[in-house]
C-alpha cells in the first residue's frame, strides 16, 4: 500500500526557533498533501491544503506566516513553525493524495510530536 | 465548531462481541464519510467509507452504516478481536465535485478490545 513518511517524528526545540517538519509520499506521487494538527484529545484539524507547484491554501485561523508550507515535488511537502512558542506544541501529521479523482483516498503520515519549551 | 462528533471518548468490548462506534454530523452538505483507525504513534489509516447514496457499507467484520436523516452514521465491527483495540476516527467530506478531498474529523473513540 502507499506509504507516507514524516520526518523527525519528534523533535524538542526552544521558544523562537523555527522547526522544519518533512512529508514524503515514498512510493506514488502526491498532487496533494494536507497537514493537520492534532491537541491531546481532540480531532485532527485541517491547518492547511497544499498542491504541488503552488502556495498552500490555509485555514481560516491558521497563520501562514508561521506556518510555512512548501510542496516542491510530487513526494515531498515541508512544514516550517517559524517563531515556535509553546503554544505550538501539538501532533502535526500530513496526509497525501494522489491523483485528482473525487475519491481518492489519503494516506496519512506517522506524525510528528512538536514539544516548544 | 465541531462539524463531526464522537460523543463517546472510549468504549469497551470483550473479544468475539459487537464494537459499535458513533458518530454524528452538523452539516447536511458532507456527502463522503470514511473511518480512520490510529494506534499510537502512528498515522491514521483507512478503514471503510461510505457515500451519502446509500445507508449501508460492508468490508469483511466491518460494516458502516448511514441514517442521513438522523445525520447519524456507526461503525459496527463483529467479531471484535484485541487487534482492533485502537482509536476510530470518523471524518467527512465536504466537497462536493471538487478534488480537494478536504476531511472533517471527529475527535476520536478508544476501543479496547479485552479477551
Known amino acids: 500500500g502507499a506509504v507516507v513518511s514524516q520526518h523527525p517524528s519528534r523533535v524538542i526545540c526552544k521558544s523562537g526557533t523555527s522547526v522544519k517538519i518533512e512529508c514524503r509520499s515514498l512510493?506514488?506521487?502526491?498532487?496533494?498533501m494536507f497537514w493537520y494538527r492534532q491537541f491531546p484529545k481532540q480531532s485532527l484539524m485541517l491547518m492547511a491544503t497544499?498542491?504541488?507547484?503552488?502556495?498552500?491554501?490555509?485555514e481560516q485561523g491558521v497563520e501562514k506566516d508561521k506556518f510555512l508550507i512548501n510542496h516542491a515535488s510530487l513526494t515531498l511537502s515541508t512544514l516550517t513553525v517559524t517563531s515556535a512558542h509553546p503554544e505550538d506544541s501539538s501532533f502535526y501529521i500530513c496526509s497525501a493524495r494522489s491523483g485528482t479523482g473525487y475519491y481518492n483516498e489519503q494516506f496519512f503520515g506517522p506524525g510528528t510530536r512538536l514539544t516548544v519549551l | 465548531d465541531q462539524q463531526v462528533k464522537q460523543n463517546s471518548p472510549s468504549l469497551s468490548v470483550q473479544e468475539g462481541r459487537i464494537s459499535i462506534l458513533n458518530c454524528d454530523y452538523t452539516n447536511s452538505m458532507f456527502d463522503y464519510f470514511l473511518w480512520y483507525k490510529k494506534y499510537p504513534a502512528e498515522g491514521p489509516t483507512f478503514l471503510i467509507s461510505?457515500?451519502?447514496?446509500?445507508d449501508k457499507n460492508e468490508d469483511g467484520r466491518f460494516t458502516v452504516f448511514l441514517n442521513k436523516s438522523a445525520k447519524h452514521l456507526s461503525l459496527h465491527i463483529v467479531p471484535s478481536q484485541p487487534g482492533d483495540s485502537a482509536v476510530y476516527f470518523c471524518a467527512a467530506n465536504l466537497d462536493r465535485g471538487s478534488t480537494l478531498g478536504r476531511l472533517y474529523f471527529g475527535r476520536g473513540t478508544q476501543l479496547t478490545v479485552w479477551p
Open positions: 461510505i457515500s451519502s447514496i446509500k
Open positions: 497544499s498542491n504541488e507547484g503552488s502556495k498552500a491554501t490555509y
Open positions: 512510493d506514488f506521487q502526491a498532487t496533494t
